[in-house]
């Protein structure tokens, strides 16, 4: 007979400032590899992340929250050409899918650097918002870490936010 | 390695490009490119037989890319057609289970050109 408590729950991972390296790290190294472009980080961003363009992908287990890209709508377009070597990056929804992508691939990098998330955490897959005009409601108690990079003059959001 | 017919399977038809891209760029000689957005289109594509590689991704939405692997045990079609999986997940424990369903070896995006030349170019000389 199977029991029905026998599976015990995954460790609960807190929420951790010094993941703010990992999570730079993760993000310009995707930029580099996927995007064959080299985005300086901006330790000292002018206000809250902006732009008409926000991916997302859900965070689920051990640590729960998602991360977040947001950049403008110019950006996403010049992240997809770059993506695709300038082939067919200039409509909107492949800049929706690239930068969808490029999110799924931050978070799952950050996710592998981090070395107790490794097998406690899941992704979902990406959804992309088209809208510069909302505002995001998180369940509290929650933690925000947020990074900003620079591609064009404008800055390239990405943020984790994790519930705990 | 002439003439390869390959099926590229990830819901983000951007990553289908970048993948296509990798592959040439790795020297692969292709002829064609089959592309589907999930497990179910991709073992309609399997079905019509005469592949030489199957790359695939894990994460996706109507059938994902485990389940799409274990569809393929039971398919002629697919018989002897080395798979790699492509995965964001840094997650061992899904490698693993994708490299027991019958998965030939994986990528982990992001990835480089040389990554894909690494462990995709042995996995063709070794099914020929």
């Known amino acids: 007979m199977k029991s029905l408590t026998k599976s015990a729950s995954p460790a609960v991972v807190r929420f951790d400032p010094g993941w703010k390296t990992i999570l730079e790290c993760a993000a310009v190294e995707v930029f580099e590899m996927m995007a064959n472009t080299r985005l300086e980080l901006n330790p000292t961003p002018a206000g809250e992340p902006q732009g008409e363009e926000t991916a997302m992908v859900g965070l689920a287990g051990a640590l729960c929250g998602m991360v977040t890209l947001r950049c403008s709508r110019k950006n996403a377009v010049k992240l997809a050409s770059l993506m695709l070597a300038g082939d067919s990056g200039s409509d909107s929804s492949t800049a929706r899918d690239a930068l969808g992508e490029l999110c799924n691939m931050i978070a799952g990098n950050f996710k592998a650097k981090v070395s107790t998330l490794g097998e406690h955490c899941l992704l979902s897959v990406p959804t992309v918002i088209s809208g510069a005009d909302y505002s995001m409601g998180i369940a509290e108690p929650s933690k925000t870490m947020i990074v900003a990079l620079t591609l064009a003059d404008e800055s390239i959001w990405v943020a984790l936010i994790v519930h705990q | ?128």
């Not at chain 2, 390869?4 to 002829?31: C, N």
């Not at chain 2, 592949?51 to 692997?69: A, C, K, R, W, Y």
């Not at chain 2, 061992?92 to 070896?105: F, N, P, Y």
């Open chain 2, 1 to 128: 390695m002439k003439n390869l017919k390959v099926l590229i399977v990830d819901d983000s038809a951007v990553m289908r490009k970048i993948v296509e891209r990798a592959l040439r760029q790795a020297g692969l000689d292709i002829s064609e490119v089959l592309e589907a957005g999930n497990g179910a289109e991709a073992l309609a594509e399997v079905q019509k037989g005469s592949l030489d590689l199957i790359l695939s991704d894990i994460n996706m939405p109507v059938m994902d890319g485990l389940e799409f692997l274990k569809s393929l045990a039971a398919m002629e079609a697919a018989k002897g057609v080395p798979v790699v999986m492509i995965t964001t997940e840094g997650s061992e424990a899904r490698v693993v289970e994708a490299l027991s369903a019958g998965a030939k070896g994986y990528l982990r995006k992001p990835f480089t050109p040389d990554q894909v030349k690494e462990r995709i170019v042995p996995l063709l000389r070794g099914s020929q």
